[in-house]
């Protein structure tokens, strides 16, 4: 399991959070802002580990600590190997258990549901929802009584545009999943969120919503604060969701659009 680490081990009293697909876009504005409200990181990248490293020396210089280890979510058969390098990170970290899990890595599907095919559904289910559910049941003896998960869904689970069903329903499935954790994860304590971002400016779905202009005026034009998503839109919000400040709020959706469709 390839890792990048921000420095040598220290016992710290520091929250820790593991976040999925930290190494761009949501998750990496999740990882910095969580870094600046004084939490370390965990977080995992898919293949681009050069930028994984940027983040970690983003990190560095907040003064707290990232270690970045390569994951595929769509893979169950290596969560095994996974969790182990977890356990190895947080000895780094100076700690046994880590208190928030961000599920947020994912990919983008566009295709009308009359040519949807059975390998670009399969694909779907792997990563956004057969993934998310075995490697937070993984990771589960390693989150610490009283922590937080937040499931990253999307605006498009209210949000009917044609050509995203298939990506849609399956974050439709993690919304409903995200409930059932939320009250059988309660005697211990955790509790579990979703949290549903508009239109984002990122290179997801190949950077349409950025860099299409007529695409990003259509949305802009459909979004009660005029414009679209940014990254740190998102991040803050999430880190603020875990504090302790929020730590009564469970079992809900929270959509994060700017008042898109209203």
């Known amino acids: 399991m390839t890792q990048q680490t921000s420095g040598k081990a220290t016992h710290s009293s520091a929250k820790i959070a593991i976040v999925t697909g930290g190494s761009r876009g949501l998750g990496r504005s999740t990882v910095l802002s969580l870094a600046k409200c004084g939490v370390d990181s965990i977080f995992t990248y898919h293949s681009n580990q050069a930028e994984a490293g940027k983040v970690v020396g983003l990190v560095r210089e907040t003064g707290q600590k990232a270690i970045a280890l390569q994951l595929d979510t769509g893979n169950v058969s290596s969560f095994d190997p996974f969790a182990e ?15 928030y899990l961000v599920n947020n890595a ?18 779907l289910y792997d990563i956004h929802f057969k993934g998310v ?54 005697a211990r304590g955790i509790a579990v969120n979703t949290v549903a971002p508009g239109a984002i400016a990122t290179d997801f779905s190949g950077g349409m919503v950025r860099d299409n202009p007529d695409l990003n005026k259509r949305v802009a034009e459909m979004t009660a604060l005029g414009r679209v998503g940014q990254p740190d839109d998102i991040g803050p919000m999430i880190a603020s969701l ?21």
């Open 242 to 262: 875990l504090s302790d400040e929020n730590s009564w709020i469970n079992a809900q959706r929270i959509e994060v659009s700017g008042g898109m469709s209203i």
């Open 106 to 123: 994912g990919t983008s599907h566009h295709n009308t549901f009359d040519q949807t095919t059975e390998e670009e559904l399969d694909s």
């Open 133 to 186: 559910f075995f490697l937070t049941q993984k990771l589960l003896p390693l989150i610490n009584d009283g922590g937080r998960i937040v499931n990253i869904s999307t605006g498009l689970t209210r949000i009917v545009t044609p050509g995203s069903g298939a990506y849609a329903s399956m974050k439709g499935a993690i919304e409903i999943l995200t409930k059932y954790q939320a009250k059988e994860l309660g």
């Open 85 to 99: 390098s977890v356990r190895e990170a947080l000895t780094e970290l100076g700690a046994e258990r880590f208190d």
